[in-house]
C-alpha cells in the first residue's frame, strides 16, 4: 500500500539539468512513469544553453508535481543545492540527468525506510553492454556492521556517488554540496551524511540506470594543485570522522588526485609533494605499499627526476 503524505510530497527528486536535450526526456519519462506517486520532481535548469530549458517547461505544463528552477549556472553542486532548499518530502533522492529510474523503482517508499537506503543499479555504455550491481537484502543497525560496510565499500561505486540511494531530508539538515569542489563533491557529500546514520538499508531492488561514457576520467580533469589539495582535505577530514579503515579509499585519495593535477604537478612537484595533508595520506600508506611503490613516489617528488623525465617524453 503507498504511504500518503499529510499536503507534502513523500520523496522530493532532485535532478540537475545541464545541456542534456538528448537524454533528458528519457530521464523525466522514467520518474513520471513510476506507480508510486507521491512524489514532487525539481528540475534545476544550471543555465542550459541548449533545449534542456524549454523540455522542462514543457513537462511542468503537464504534470503539477514538477517544479522547475532555472538558474544561472554554477555547477551540479549548486543545482543540487538550489533543489534542497526547495525540497518538501520526507525523503529526497538525486537523479542525473542523463540517467534515469527503473520501473517501480520508488516502490521501495511503500516500506519501511532506514537512514539511508541503498539500492541495487545498472550501470550501461550507450547502444552497449549493461552491468547490474546488485546487492544482498540487508538492515544495517549497529555501529560495528555500519563501520565495516562502509570499510569494505567506500572506495567502491556504491558510496561514491548520492545515486541509487534514498536520503532523510531531516538528517540531511544543513548539509550541502561544497560547489567548490569540481570533482568528489558527491563522494563528500555521502561520507558526511554518513555520520548521521544509525541505521542503513542495503536492498537488491533494482532502481537506478547509471550511463557510462566512453572517455577517459582523468583526461575529462585538469585540476590545480591547490583545488586537489583542498579536495583532499575535504575527503580527508570527512574519512577521519567516520572513525574506519580502507586503504583502498587511502591509496584512491592520494593517487587518483595526484593524477588529475599532473599538469601542473610536472611543473611544481614541491608543492604537492611537500604540502602537509599529502604527506599526511603518504604516512598512512605507505607502510602498506610494496618497496616499488616508494621508491617511485620518491622519485617523482624530485624535480629533477620530473625534469628528466619529461625531457625524455618530448624526445
Not at 541548449?50 to 508535481?65: M, N, P, T, W
Not at 572506495?155 to 560547489?179: H, M
Not at 570533482?183 to 555521502?190: A, I, L, M, S
Not at 617523482?300 to 627526476?305: G, I
Amino acid at each position: 500500500m503507498q504511504m500518503k503524505s499529510q499536503g507534502m510530497p513523500v520523496v522530493s527528486i532532485i535532478v540537475p539539468v545541464y545541456n542534456v536535450g538528448s537524454y533528458l526526456r528519457e530521464c523525466i519519462e522514467s520518474i513520471l512513469r513510476q506507480s508510486f506517486t507521491d512524489f514532487e520532481l525539481l528540475l534545476i535548469d544550471d543555465g542550459s544553453t541548449d533545449c534542456s530549458g524549454s523540455i522542462c517547461d514543457e513537462y511542468a505544463e503537464k504534470d503539477c508535481r514538477i517544479k522547475v528552477f532555472h538558474k544561472a549556472n554554477g555547477g551540479v553542486s549548486s543545482a543540487r543545492n538550489w533543489g534542497l532548499e526547495n525540497a518538501n518530502g520526507e525523503y529526497v533522492i538525486f537523479v542525473d540527468s542523463d540517467d534515469y529510474l527503473l520501473d517501480g523503482a520508488l516502490d521501495i517508499l511503500d516500506e519501511n525506510a532506514s537512514d539511508l537506503t541503498i539500492c541495487s543499479f545498472e550501470t550501461f555504455v550507450e547502444e552497449g553492454e549493461r552491468c547490474v550491481h546488485m546487492q544482498d537484502n540487508r538492515i544495517l543497525s549497529d555501529e560495528a556492521s555500519l563501520r565495516d560496510f562502509y570499510s569494505l565499500n567506500l572506495n567502491t561505486i556504491l558510496l561514491r556517488n548520492p545515486w541509487s540511494k534514498i536520503f532523510r531530508r531531516n538528517l540531511i539538515g544543513a548539509l550541502r554540496f561544497d560547489k567548490k569542489i569540481r570533482v568528489g563533491e558527491d563522494t563528500v557529500f555521502v561520507m558526511k551524511y554518513l555520520l548521521n546514520v544509525k541505521s542503513c538499508r542495503v536492498s537488491d531492488k533494482l532502481f537506478y540506470a547509471y550511463r557510462v561514457y566512453n572517455i577517459s576520467f582523468f583526461s575529462k580533469y585538469n585540476l590545480g594543485i591547490s583545488e586537489s589539495i583542498y579536495i583532499l582535505s575535504q575527503l580527508l577530514e570527512a574519512y577521519d570522522k567516520l572513525n574506519v579503515y580502507s586503504l583502498d579509499f587511502e591509496k584512491w585519495m592520494l593517487l587518483d588526485y595526484r593524477l588529475m593535477c599532473r599538469k601542473e604537478l610536472d611543473k611544481h612537484p614541491r608543492q604537492w609533494y611537500k604540502n602537509p595533508i599529502v604527506k599526511s595520506i603518504y604516512n598512512r600508506i605507505k607502510r602498506r605499499m610494496g618497496w616499488k611503490f616508494r621508491i617511485r613516489y620518491a622519485l617523482l617528488s624530485m624535480p629533477l627526476f620530473i625534469r628528466m623525465s619529461n625531457f625524455i617524453k618530448d624526445k
